[in-house]
C-alpha cells in the first residue's frame, strides 16, 4: 500500500510537466485540436473498458497511446490518458487507489516510450512517409505495450502480489498475442490519418515529408 500512495508524487509531477508543456494557446484557438482530444479521451476509455484477463491486475487491453502521442503530441497524449485513467475508475474497472501506479505504467511509460521512439526515428532516419508508418506507427505500438507488459510483470513479481508462476502463466506468456494487434491498431490509425488529413498529426511535417 506505501508502495501506492508513494506513487503519488511522481504522478503529480508528470502531469504538472504535461500541464506546463501543453500549448494552451493552440488548444483553446484550433478547435479540431480540441475535438482530437476528446475523440481520443472516448476512444481510449472504450479500449479500455475491453480486457480480457483471469485476475485482478493482470488484465491486458489495447492500448492506443502511440497513436494519441503521435497526433496531439507526447503532453496531451498524457492528459488525455490520465482522463481516460480516471473514468475508467469512476466505471470500475480499475481500483482509485491504485491509480498512480496505474498512470505511471500504462500512460505515462508509453507516451514517452512512443515520444522517445519518434524523436530517435526523426533524428537518425530519413523523412519518408513509410518509414513513418511503419516504424513510428506499427513498430512504436508493439514496443509501447511489450514495454509496459515488462514494467507491469516486474512490478507484480517483486511487489509479491502475485508469485512469477501466475505473473507469468496468467498474464506475460499472453503479451506477445497482443504484440501485431497493437501494432496493427495504432498504426492503421496513423496510416488512416495520414491518407485524409495529414495535418492532424502533429508530429508529422507535410512539407518535409512530401517534399519530393
Not at 47 to 59: D, T
Not at 125 to 133: G, S
Not at 135 to 160: E, K, R
Not at 176 to 194: I, Q, R, T, W, Y
Request: charge should be neutral; include cysteine; proline fraction near 3%.
Amino acid at each position: 500500500m506505501w508502495f501506492l500512495w508513494g506513487m503519488f508524487l511522481p504522478t503529480c509531477l508528470t502531469l504538472c510537466w504535461a500541464i506546463w508543456k501543453t500549448n494552451w494557446q493552440a488548444l483553446k484557438a484550433q478547435a479540431y485540436l480540441q475535438h482530437i482530444f476528446y475523440i481520443a479521451c472516448l476512444v481510449l476509455v472504450v479500449l479500455w473498458s475491453i480486457r480480457a484477463g483471469i485476475s485482478s491486475g493482470l488484465g491486458i487491453h489495447f492500448m492506443g497511446l502511440t497513436a494519441a502521442t503521435l497526433l496531439m503530441g507526447w503532453s496531451l497524449a498524457i492528459l488525455a490518458g490520465a482522463l481516460s485513467l480516471l473514468f475508467v475508475c469512476f466505471l470500475g474497472l480499475e481500483a482509485f487507489e491504485a491509480y498512480s501506479i496505474n498512470f505511471m505504467v500504462s500512460v505515462a511509460l508509453p507516451v514517452m516510450t512512443s515520444h522517445l521512439i519518434l524523436k530517435t526515428v526523426q533524428k537518425t532516419l530519413p523523412a519518408n512517409p513509410f518509414i513513418y508508418i511503419f516504424l513510428c506507427g506499427f513498430f512504436n505500438g508493439a514496443i509501447a505495450i511489450f514495454i509496459v507488459a515488462v514494467s507491469t510483470s516486474l512490478l507484480l513479481g517483486c511487489l509479491d502480489v502475485y508469485s512469477w508462476d501466475d505473473v507469468y502463466h496468467n498474464y506475460f506468456m499472453y503479451v506477445p498475442l497482443m504484440l501485431f494487434p497493437e501494432a496493427f491498431v495504432n498504426g492503421m490509425v496513423v496510416a488512416g490519418v495520414m491518407g485524409t488529413k495529414p495535418e492532424l498529426l502533429s508530429s508529422f511535417n507535410v512539407d518535409e515529408y512530401f517534399k519530393g
